[in-house]
C-alpha cells in the first residue's frame, strides 16, 4: 500500500486525509515516480474549497491534491527508453502528486539538473511556468520599471529575478518581513495596502511601465492609477476584474516544458534563487495547507514522504 492525499468534500484543509491505496502502475509510454517532494501552491487551496476553480480543474469528488512533484524513476512502461529506475525527475500531475507515487507519461518530466535540490524541484512546476509565462506575456525589457505583486511569494520571486534579468527595474510588493529578502537581490520593495499607488509612484520616481499581478485587484487598479497600459498589466489571481480592462490573464500554460527546465538550471546554477519557506511531512498535510493560506511566505511551501 502506498499514501495519497485526497479529500470527499470541498471545504478546508479539515477536509484533507491521508489514505492507504494500491500503488499505481505505469502503462505504455508512462513512468512510475516514487515521490520526494510535492509542492503546494494557493490554486491547490481553491480546488479543494469547491466553487469555479475546482470546476475549472476538473475536481470531481473523491479526488487528489496538489500538482507539482519530483521522485525517483523506479518503474518504466513499455516502449519508454527516455528515463530509466533511478533518474531524478520532476514535472506537475493534477489532482494526483500528494502521494508517495505518481504515474506520468514519460514525455511530460524533466529530469532534474544535478545541483537542483530536491527539495526545489518539487516545488517548481506552477511557480515555475507562471512566473515564465507572465512576464513574456508583458514583454519585459531593459527599459522597463515593473512592478509585482507578491514578489516574495512563489511566483513573484521567480518573476521579479526572471524581469531582473533583462535589465528591468523591479518594484515589488511585499510585508515588512521580506523586505530586506528582497532588497539583497535587487528588487525594490513597498508594503500593500491603502496608498500603494502613491508608495510605487514614489519609488518608481513616476515611472512604471508594466505590471505582473500575482495578488489581487489592488495591484491592477495601482497601475492603471500610474498610467499603465492594459495590454502591459497581467494577473493570474483577478481575471474577472482585469477583463473589465482589456487586461491580459495569460497563466503558466503558456509555458513549455523547455521553459521550464531552463529556469530550472538558472535556478541550478544560482543565476536564480527558491527558497524553501517550510517543509512538513506527508501527514501534516492539512497543517500545511493552513499555514500556506496565511500568506506572507518567503518562496515556496513543500511536503515530503521521508
Known amino acids: 500500500m502506498s499514501r495519497f492525499v485526497r479529500f470527499e468534500q470541498f471545504g478546508g484543509p479539515e477536509v484533507l486525509s491521508v489514505v492507504n491505496v494500491e500503488p499505481p502502475r505505469p502503462g505504455p509510454g508512462q513512468v512510475r515516480v516514487q515521490v520526494r517532494v510535492a509542492g503546494l501552491n494557493p490554486v491547490d487551496h481553491k480546488i479543494f474549497a469547491g466553487g469555479p476553480t475546482a470546476e475549472k480543474h476538473g475536481a470531481r469528488l473523491p479526488s487528489g491534491v496538489g500538482n507539482d512533484f519530483s521522485g525517483i524513476v523506479d518503474q518504466v512502461g513499455e516502449g519508454v527508453t527516455s528515463l530509466r529506475p533511478g533518474d531524478a525527475v520532476f514535472g506537475g500531475a493534477r489532482h494526483r502528486a500528494q502521494a508517495d507515487f505518481v504515474v506520468v507519461d514519460a514525455d511530460r518530466v524533466l529530469r532534474k539538473p544535478e545541483r537542483l535540490t530536491i527539495e526545489q524541484a518539487g516545488a517548481l512546476d506552477i511557480s515555475g511556468r507562471a512566473a515564465w509565462a507572465t512576464v513574456q506575456a508583458v514583454r519585459v525589457a531593459a527599459d522597463d520599471t515593473v512592478l509585482v505583486s507578491a514578489a516574495a511569494g512563489g511566483v513573484g520571486l521567480l518573476a521579479c529575478q526572471l524581469a531582473l534579468a533583462t535589465g528591468a527595474t523591479v518594484i515589488g510588493t511585499a510585508s515588512l518581513r521580506n523586505h530586506d529578502f528582497l532588497r539583497s537581490i535587487g528588487v525594490v520593495p513597498v508594503e500593500y495596502g491603502e ?112
Do not use: C, M, W
Open 195 to 306: 496608498g500603494l499607488a502613491e508608495r510605487v509612484r514614489d519609488a518608481s520616481r513616476g515611472r512604471v511601465t508594466a505590471v505582473l499581478d500575482y495578488n489581487g485587484a489592488e495591484t491592477i487598479d495601482a497601475g492603471l492609477a500610474l498610467g499603465v497600459h492594459g495590454s502591459r498589466i497581467n494577473t493570474i489571481v483577478a481575471r474577472g476584474h482585469a477583463s473589465e480592462h482589456g487586461i491580459g490573464g495569460v497563466g503558466g500554460q503558456a509555458a513549455s516544458l523547455d521553459n521550464l527546465l531552463e529556469l530550472a538550471e538558472l535556478i541550478a546554477g544560482g543565476s536564480i534563487v527558491l527558497p524553501i519557506d517550510s517543509v512538513f511531512p506527508i501527514q501534516r498535510v492539512a497543517e500545511a495547507y493552513t499555514r500556506l493560506s496565511l500568506g506572507h511566505t518567503r518562496g515556496k511551501s513543500i511536503l515530503v514522504t521521508e
